[in-house]
């Protein structure tokens, strides 16, 4: 209610005077009367002035999110005051006029696979943004205040990290690493801040991959769509993933840059610039782009399973737990947003494994410079298919920290930088 009052006032201050008057809150009453009508018409599709629950799930398909009918009665009913499960115009008027929610899209707004969840894979696909959001600047509020929550969450978790890559790389049948067995061996060789040794590449290049994302996301959607047409699952689907890839392909010789650095000896590199110039001059410019194959073809099962099992967790807490709001709360959305991406994670794994070997190859004496194919065959032969699976403990262990620190700095975050609520 707070939150609620604070945009009615934020609204209707016209003078800025950090007062609302009687005046300024009659016109605010007026004009939100006039935004709720046009609301209540787009919504009437026949034109009988009421809403029914088949007219909320062509409305919303339309905006690109399909429900269920027995879905959309629910949420006819936190509205219907007389029990005719139809909303006529006053019921519609007397529910909304102290509500600034004016748009049937604020719905979809509470199940948004949030911004502000790192698990630090950058594959997801991006967040839809309302054109409100995107005029008034909240978007870049909200990609910042994300960004910042994944630097913190990244960093939080980066031993482990670290010890992922490590046995993705060394932890072969003969080597045998094990997490503690891990941990000993890298503290022993550089201290116990080698722990971080890589985090600050994986850090830094967030904020370019988002941007990138971000824009090549808006533009592949407009390549997708016509004019005025509201993007569906299917189209965010391919447009995330085109913007996934866009993003991977101009940043992966920092994911190179990240990985050498953390399978690298204590004095092997001073830092990323170091490491960069001697990949080039002993390399040359093809090795910054090893393992780029396994990666982009990592993006698809990834981006694909995590939206899937995502709409299909909505869908069930919808259709099973919604009574009176279709707002899930926190602890479900987190719920949701870490299992979606752990499936996610789970499906592009193998390809994530050969992914990191191959831009590790030159590092590791007596290995074979092997494409994508003889790599996964050389693995299959040498340790089985439980060899494409190295390291996946220790980042199976990382998600639910990554989110939940993660979401803690983004909401504060958000708070800091004047973000509304959804």
């Known amino acids: 209610?707070?939150?609620?009052?604070?945009?009615?006032?934020?609204?209707?201050?016209?003078?800025?005077?950090?007062?609302?008057?009687?005046?300024?809150?009659?016109?605010?009453?007026?004009?939100?009367?006039?935004?709720?009508?046009?609301?209540?018409?787009?919504?009437?599709?026949?034109?009988?002035?009421?809403i029914?629950?088949?007219?909320?799930?062509?409305?919303?398909?339309?905006?690109?999110?399909?429900?269920?009918?027995?879905?959309?009665?629910?949420?006819?009913?936190?509205?219907?005051?007389?029990g005719t499960m139809t909303v006529d115009w006053n019921e519609w008027r007397d529910y909304f006029l102290f509500n600034p929610v004016t748009d049937i899209e604020e719905i979809i707004r509470f199940w948004k696979h949030s911004t502000g969840i790192?698990?630090?894979?950058?594959?997801?696909?991006?967040?839809?943004?309302?054109?409100?959001?995107?005029?008034?600047?909240?978007?870049?509020?909200?990609?910042?205040?994300?960004?910042?929550?994944?630097?913190?969450?990244?960093?939080?978790?980066?031993?482990?990290?670290?010890?992922?890559?490590?046995?993705?790389?060394?932890?072969?049948?003969?080597?045998?690493?094990?997490?503690?067995?891990?941990?000993?061996?890298?503290?022993?060789?550089?201290?116990?801040?080698?722990l971080w040794r890589g985090n600050g590449t994986n850090v830094i290049k967030i904020a370019p991959e988002t941007a990138v994302k971000f824009w090549a996301y808006e533009q592949y959607k407009k390549l997708l769509t016509e004019e005025g047409q509201k993007v569906g699952t299917f189209e965010r689907f391919v447009s995330g993933s085109m913007a996934g890839a866009t993003a991977q392909t101009l940043i992966y010789p920092m994911e190179v840059l990240k990985t050498r650095l953390a399978v690298g000896k204590t004095g092997q590199y001073s830092g990323m610039f170091d490491c960069a110039k001697k990949i080039l001059k002993h390399e040359g410019m093809g090795a910054f782009y090893k393992g780029y194959i396994p990666n982009l073809l990592g993006i698809i099962p990834y981006a694909g399973i995590d939206l899937a099992v995502y709409e299909l967790l909505k869908s069930h807490w919808l259709?099973?737990?919604?009574?009176?709001?279709?707002?899930?709360?926190?602890?479900?959305?987190?719920?949701?947003g870490a299992l979606s991406s752990t499936c996610?994670?789970?499906?592009?794994?193998?390809?994530?494994?050969?992914?990191?070997?191959?831009?590790?190859q030159a590092m590791v004496e007596g290995t074979p410079q092997l494409n994508m194919i003889g790599l996964f065959r050389r693995i299959?032969?040498?340790?089985?298919?439980?060899?494409l699976y190295r390291g996946i403990t220790p980042n199976f262990m990382k998600v639910l920290p990554a989110v939940g620190i993660s979401y803690v700095v983004y909401e504060n975050m958000r708070q800091t930088l004047g973000v509304t609520q959804k």
Request: hydrophobic share 35%.
């Open 380 to 387: 299959i032969s040498k340790e089985g298919i439980p060899g």
């Open 118 to 194: 790192d698990i630090g894979d950058s594959l997801t696909i991006p967040d839809e943004f309302t054109e409100d959001e995107k005029k008034s600047g909240q978007w870049w509020r909200q990609l910042l205040a994300g960004g910042v929550a994944g630097a913190v969450s990244r960093t939080s978790t980066a031993p482990l990290d670290r010890l992922k890559v490590m046995m993705q790389v060394h932890g072969s049948k003969s080597e045998k690493m094990n997490i503690y067995g891990g941990f000993r061996q890298m503290v022993k060789e550089g201290g116990i801040c080698s």
């Open 1 to 50: 209610m707070d939150h609620l009052s604070s945009k009615i006032f934020t609204t209707g201050d016209v003078n800025k005077d950090g007062k609302l008057d009687f005046e300024e809150f009659m016109k605010y009453l007026k004009d939100h009367e006039k935004q709720m009508k046009l609301a209540f018409k787009s919504l009437d599709k026949n034109n009988d002035g009421k």
């Open 52 to 82: 029914e629950a088949s007219e909320i799930v062509q409305s919303l398909q339309i905006l690109g999110l399909t429900i269920s009918k027995q879905q959309a009665e629910l949420i006819l009913q936190s509205i219907d005051a007389d």
């Open 319 to 336: 259709d099973n737990f919604a009574k009176d709001s279709v707002n899930p709360g926190v602890m479900v959305l987190l719920g949701c």
């Open 344 to 360: 996610g994670q789970l499906a592009s794994y193998p390809l994530a494994l050969v992914r990191t070997r191959m831009q590790a």
